[in-house]
């Protein structure tokens, strides 16, 4: 049975450091195709793909968030990482973690889409 | 980045109805889409992937389809626990993007 689980500081004020963790049980970020990726969704609105990390630690960010993003793993505890830098009240929203996966048949790929998601952290930054 | 243009925003419709959404994207991405199921309060739930493939326990009266860089979501006859806001997302290429969302009412 595969499960997320995030958990954050909940409340943090302008120009801070946000630290999100992401606990997962039912598979490995050491398997070959696995992933975990990170999600935000501020309250009443769309949902935002953040970053993603690999079993062979490739690592893709959204863009738009410039350089504040980094993701991480830690394989033998069966955690992923997120940090966004310099929070200001954009970044108050729903984060989620779930699990991605690339998966390769006979030549054809497919994956990076999120079968199983966290129950989400609440983040709010203000001041 | 590719666009996910999904309509419509918001739905009126009835029980045993057909209900269809639909996401257009801005390039090609093959089969590289999937949607996603989001009740009031809980996380978004896979219904969909590689356009048409039913995700693991999800009903039958869900599908989807694909012609050239337009996708749809059919719900074949509208039950009450389906209400909620769905997603597309586009899988194809970083960074990866999610339709606006439609949100499905009973009428």
């Known amino acids: 049975q595969v499960t997320l689980k995030e958990s954050g500081p909940g409340i943090l004020q302008p120009s801070q450091t946000l630290s999100l963790t992401c606990t997962f049980s039912g598979f490995s970020l050491s398997t070959y195709g696995m992933g975990v990726g990170w999600i935000r969704q501020p309250s009443g609105k769309g949902l935002e793909w953040l970053a993603n990390?690999?079993?062979?630690?490739?690592?893709y960010y959204n863009p738009s968030l410039k350089n504040r993003l980094t993701i991480s793993k830690d394989t033998s505890n069966n955690q992923a990482f997120l940090k966004i830098t310099n929070v200001d009240t954009a970044d108050t929203a729903t984060y989620y973690c779930?699990?991605?996966?690339?998966?390769?048949?006979?030549?054809?790929?497919?994956?990076?889409?999120?079968?199983?998601w966290g129950q989400g952290t609440l983040v709010t930054v203000s001041s | 980045d590719i666009q996910m243009t999904q309509s419509p925003a918001s739905l009126s419709a009835s029980l045993e109805e057909i209900v269809t959404i639909t996401c257009q994207a801005s390039?090609?991405?093959?089969?590289?889409l999937a949607w996603y199921q989001q009740k009031p309060g809980k996380s978004p739930q896979l219904l969909i992937y590689?356009?048409?493939s039913l995700a693991d326990g999800v009903p039958s009266r869900f599908s989807g389809s694909r012609s050239g860089t337009q996708y749809s979501l059919k719900i074949s006859r509208l039950q009450v626990e389906d209400i909620g806001s769905y997603y597309c997302q586009q899988a194809h290429s970083n960074p990866l993007t999610f339709g606006s969302g439609t949100k499905l009412e009973i009428k």
């Open positions: 990390i690999w079993w062979d630690d490739d690592k």
């Open positions: 590689d356009a048409t």
């Open positions: 779930a699990r991605t996966e690339f998966i390769t048949i006979a030549a054809i790929s497919t994956g990076n889409w999120f079968a199983y």
């Open positions: 390039q090609d991405i093959g089969n590289w």
